[in-house]
């Protein structure tokens, strides 16, 4: 943009013009105007010098204000937005350097830092690796700009850990620890949407002939070609058989559970050198949930109805021997995704007016919240059932973090029923909004952030 001295062009003008009317175009007195008289100046002198020592005062001060400091004549030249501009650079480098120089954390090493204590910190000039429209392995559900979601602050923040720094996810150091390796996500739709952010985090810096994705009802495989990679998911939403697995049953009353088997779903699970499981939002329906042990072709005479932190736990124990009977931890690495909360109820922030996490646009600030969306019973179980496996299994502990971001879900910007809602659906926030799912780019993309740190190690 090219910046005029405004200033010293309107000082300029101003002295020509008092020359001019003194001196009309030839520059000398009209004729006929009589000489001043000896010893005084004339008053044509006397303007010029008056002109010349403004215009010699303005390019010292560089600034001119008439009538007022309001006035629509206040001007501002270019030197001097320049040197602000310029000074308002070098203090936020400076800043910068501060904050580093004075940033007691430690790199991130697994066995030291604890990533869910911390807080989420607003970077403006923060810009997540893909869009949902640059990446095109997204489901509609979670596409919340290409839905009509014009708020885009929810991507700024990013998770500060108060212990340690977590590294930044750097596509290609990640396929290189990929490289000849199968990577499985085993679960719901969570899981589902931290794979397929996964997939997206990678796949641009992978050409396009190098790269595919096939997809099945229960089984989806990304393959990065030139890596020989495959970035995988398997639909298990209770890690444990169910007659809702392939044939998804709605209503959760008619769901039964074997309890006591993952064979059908664990025979996919082989041969993978990492796997992330994760099972949590299906087992929160409000009821008892009917748990079977033995075959589905008993039918109902052979279900309990358990209180959803029994069976959940007692799926888990199946899911656990499991691991523990086949699993040869010098091949294959284990990592547990913790619950990812929910919130649908606005009071569990302090937002008695609000209806779900709808309009939210901001995290929670508290500390240490926990709202009725993360279950601690089921928390209890999986550091319980996990700790005491034999075969070592990491967690990824994303929910405290995943906690405070009310305003990361996908809300009314999703699909439901395979399409997306309508303007009417739109307007009715306490049946439609989706208060499960996050939007991607989004919260899942830190989760992976974390996955990347600890694979560094592996």
Not at 251 to 279: C, E, G, Q, Y
Not at 429 to 436: Q, R, T, V
Request: hydrophobic letters at 40%; glycine letters at 6%; charged letters at 25%.
């Amino acid at each position: 943009m090219v910046c005029n001295n405004n200033s010293a062009f309107i000082s300029t003008y101003l002295l020509i013009f008092l020359i001019n009317l003194q001196f009309p175009l030839s520059g000398f007195p009209p004729m006929g105007m009589p000489k001043p008289p000896r010893g005084k100046l004339p008053l044509s002198i006397l303007a010029i010098a008056i002109c010349v020592l403004a215009f010699l005062v303005l390019l010292y001060t560089e600034s001119i204000t008439l009538f007022s400091p309001t006035s629509i004549f206040r001007l501002k030249p270019c030197a001097r937005r320049y040197a602000a501009k310029k000074a308002a650079t070098e203090k936020r480098k400076v800043d910068a350097a501060l904050r580093r120089a004075t940033d007691d954390r430690f790199e991130f090493d697994p066995k030291e830092c604890s990533l869910n204590q911390g807080k989420w910190v607003f970077n403006r000039t923060n810009k997540p690796l893909y869009t949902d429209t640059s990446c095109p392995y997204l489901d509609r559900q979670v596409s919340c700009v290409k839905n009509g979601k014009r708020d885009l602050d929810y991507q700024k923040w990013e998770w500060r850990p108060d212990d340690c720094i977590l590294p930044r996810f750097d596509p290609k150091t990640a396929l290189l620890k990929l490289q000849g390796k199968r990577i499985m996500f085993v679960g719901d739709s969570l899981q589902r949407g931290q794979w397929q952010s996964l997939v997206c985090l990678v796949e641009s810096v992978i050409p396009q002939g190098e790269k595919s994705m096939k997809r099945g009802r229960m089984h989806n495989v990304f393959k990065a070609k030139q890596y020989n990679t495959t970035i995988e998911f398997y639909w298990a939403p209770f890690l444990v058989e169910s007659n809702s697995d392939l044939h998804i049953i709605a209503d959760p009353k008619k769901r039964i559970l074997r309890v006591d088997s993952v064979a059908k779903h664990a025979k996919h699970w082989t041969n993978v050198d990492i796997l992330v499981f994760n099972t949590y939002v299906w087992w929160m329906s409000g009821l008892k949930i009917k748990s079977l042990w033995g075959s589905f072709a008993n039918g109902e005479e052979g279900f309990q109805e358990l209180d959803a932190s029994v069976s959940y736990t007692l799926g888990l124990k199946t899911w656990a021997n499991w691991v523990d009977s086949n699993i040869n931890p010098n091949k294959t690495k284990v990592f547990f995704t913790t619950m990812s909360p929910t919130h649908q109820r606005s009071a569990d922030w302090g937002n008695d007016k609000g209806i779900k996490c709808f309009n939210e646009t901001k995290p929670i600030r508290n500390k240490w919240q926990w709202g009725t969306g993360s279950d601690l019973r089921i928390m209890r179980a999986v550091v319980d059932v996990v700790g005491k496996m034999k075969i070592p299994v990491t967690m990824l502990n994303v929910t405290q973090l995943s906690e405070y971001r009310i305003d990361a879900h996908s809300s009314i910007y999703t699909e439901s029923g395979g399409r997306l809602l309508t303007d009417e659906e739109k307007k009715d926030p306490l049946h439609h909004a989706d208060c499960i799912h996050w939007c991607l780019p989004g919260v899942p993309d830190t989760w992976n952030r974390i996955l990347y740190a600890h694979l560094l190690f592996v």
